[in-house]
């Protein structure tokens, strides 16, 4: 007996609600136009490994159709944007790569892998190839180059083939590193730790923040493993210290958004989002496969997961929300918040891989209840909507959609680390086979870029409001620089 999906929508569904809402510093529209008559989901057999390829594979084809960069007059490697060119911030683009490597590991299946690494190639912007490319300064904060700085580390860690002469994933995701841990990114205010913007200019940048430091904590522990460096490792600890002594993880291990310098950091956001969840958890798994410490990260592991597991997958259904923005009848999820979920199960498959004995079981069993949310929430042509706990594809397109397809994909591959038959691939080092050689010193910036911050005047360009175009002439090129109001909600 084969187990296929229920096919829904027998019922004609017409959602022709627009409906705009306003919270605090967010303005969020949902616009559901599709109607859903007879289309049904998605058809898989989760019974059968291919029959979960063939549905990751269709939402692959459709996530791919939102990129535009391989067409002529676009920017390799980016997603329309940023704001207010088209949705998507920068840094969106280089977590959608990271989620197409992933899809190869887990499936094998090599589509997207050229794209992927022209995307990462050319946005590294060499010859520093630390991902900050002029272009994106106005929006540049430590973590939307850390999300790059991940998924080259990642394609270093799979082997992603590149051809010689060109600088390899390693040597990138050290520049992204090095850059972060250079003395002008860091300070003594609020006892450590980063800011989460780069430059002085954008707003944010008297906001240290979690998704900032988990990046560079993240990249530290991977660098670490792969190179055996213990440099890395000692700058993630430290890194994961400030983060839960400033009290952004409490003893509860929730994990919290940040504060300000002028308050010392002392006034926390303390709302909760997966994506913090998401790369501090995997950043721990790999200290603990490192260091096999059991004290020191096997405790954080465990207490990370279970309340990351019983926060974001509420019982009795097990599926997970974005609960500081997914409301029942509403939606004040961003653009950016609607990729989050998909980063906390790519992130959740990598734990269970690194740390099976601790943290393995829970997390299987999540993605089991889970998956079956994801599979009502997709359409038979890959179209996934952002809520998975409604039994239905949401038609939940405005806010997006990328980020829907991003975090569908990531669910229908990293499902297969539930199968005991499927082995995946193991992650190599620079001793087990990384091909990826690296330069301890990339990144070292040439003199135009240190002017080009002590230049910027610009802000961080937030949630869409332009309220000021400035233009300014640097080294003969154009920066565009908006000003925008209230920061990005993460
Ligand atoms: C799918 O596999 C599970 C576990 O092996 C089994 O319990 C279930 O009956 C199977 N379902 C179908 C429809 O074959
Ligand atoms: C920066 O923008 C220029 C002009 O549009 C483009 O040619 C170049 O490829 C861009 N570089 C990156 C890294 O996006
Ligand atoms: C500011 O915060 C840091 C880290 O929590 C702490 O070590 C320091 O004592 C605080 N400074 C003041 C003036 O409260
Ligand atoms: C997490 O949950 C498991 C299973 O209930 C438990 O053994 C472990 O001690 C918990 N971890 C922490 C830090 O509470
Ligand atoms: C470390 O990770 C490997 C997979 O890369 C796994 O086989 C091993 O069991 C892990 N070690 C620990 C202590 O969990
Ligand atoms: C990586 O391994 C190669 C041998 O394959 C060795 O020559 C090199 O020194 C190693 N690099 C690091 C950073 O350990
Ligand atoms: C280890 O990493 C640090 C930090 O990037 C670097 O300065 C040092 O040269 C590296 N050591 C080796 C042996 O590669």
Redesign the pocket.
């Known amino acids: 007996m084969l187990f296929t999906t229920k096919i829904a929508g027998v019922a004609p569904l017409l959602l022709a609600a627009a409906s705009s809402v306003v919270s605090g510093q967010q303005t969020t529209t949902t616009t559901t136009s599709k109607a859903t008559t007879g289309q049904g989901t998605i058809e898989v057999n989760l019974n059968d490994t291919d029959s979960i390829k063939n549905a990751a594979k269709t939402v692959a084809k459709h996530l791919i159709s939102y990129y535009p960069g391989d067409e002529p007059g676009r920017?390799?490697?980016?997603l329309p944007g940023p704001p207010p060119d088209g949705p998507y911030y920068w840094w969106e683009a280089g977590a959608m790569w990271g989620t197409f490597i992933d899809y190869w590991h887990y499936t094998g299946d090599d589509t997207y892998n050229e794209m992927a690494k022209k995307a990462l190639v050319?946005?590294a912007?060499p010859p520093q190839n630390a991902f900050m490319?002029a272009?994106?300064s106005a929006s540049l904060g430590n973590d939307d180059q850390g999300f790059w700085g991940m998924a080259a580390m990642l394609a270093a860690e799979v082997n992603l083939p590149l051809a010689p002469g060109e600088a390899d994933w390693l040597e990138m995701a050290q520049a992204v590193f090095n850059t972060q841990a250079a003395n002008d990114r860091h300070d003594d205010e609020c006892g450590g730790g980063l800011r989460w913007q780069v430059f002085h200019s954008n707003t944010g940048y008297d906001y240290k923040n979690t998704i900032a430091n988990a990046c560079f904590f993240n990249l530290g522990a991977r660098l670490a493993r792969y190179t055996d460096n213990s440099t890395y490792a000692k700058w993630a600890e430290k890194t994961y210290n400030w983060v839960r002594d400033v009290g952004y993880i409490d003893k509860n291990w929730n994990i919290y958004d940040g504060g300000h310098v002028p308050h010392n950091c002392t006034d926390i956001n303390k709302v909760q989002w997966s994506a913090n969840a998401a790369i501090m958890i995997h950043g721990v798994a790999i200290m603990y496969n490192m260091t096999e410490d059991y004290q020191k990260w096997g405790i954080p592991l465990t207490g990370l997961v279970n309340r990351t597991l019983e926060f974001f997958f509420p019982s009795p259904q097990g599926i997970m929300v974005e609960r500081a923005c997914e409301l029942k009848d509403r939606l004040l999820c961003n653009v950016d918040q609607h990729s989050f979920k998909g980063y906390l199960l790519r992130s959740l498959a990598t734990a269970a891989i690194f740390a099976p004995s601790l943290v393995r079981d829970p997390i299987v069993k999540i993605f089991k209840s889970n998956i079956q949310g994801v599979i009502d929430a997709c359409l038979p042509d890959g179209t996934c909507g952002f809520r998975w706990n409604v039994g239905k594809y949401d038609g939940d397109v405005a806010n997006g959609p990328a980020g829907q397809d991003m975090s569908a994909l990531a669910a229908f591959s990293t499902y297969l680390i539930t199968e005991e038959k499927v082995v995946v691939k193991p992650l190599v080092t620079n001793s087990t086979g990384g091909a990826s050689k690296g330069n301890p010193n990339a990144g070292e910036r040439p003199t135009d870029l240190i002017s080009l911050r002590e230049m910027t005047g610009g802000d961080k360009a937030g949630a869409g409001v332009l309220t000021a175009f400035v233009v300014c002439s640097i080294l003969g090129t154009y920066f565009f620089l908006v000003t925008g109001v209230g920061e990005r909600g993460k």
């Open positions: 920017t390799i490697g980016i050319i946005q912007d490319s272009n994106w």
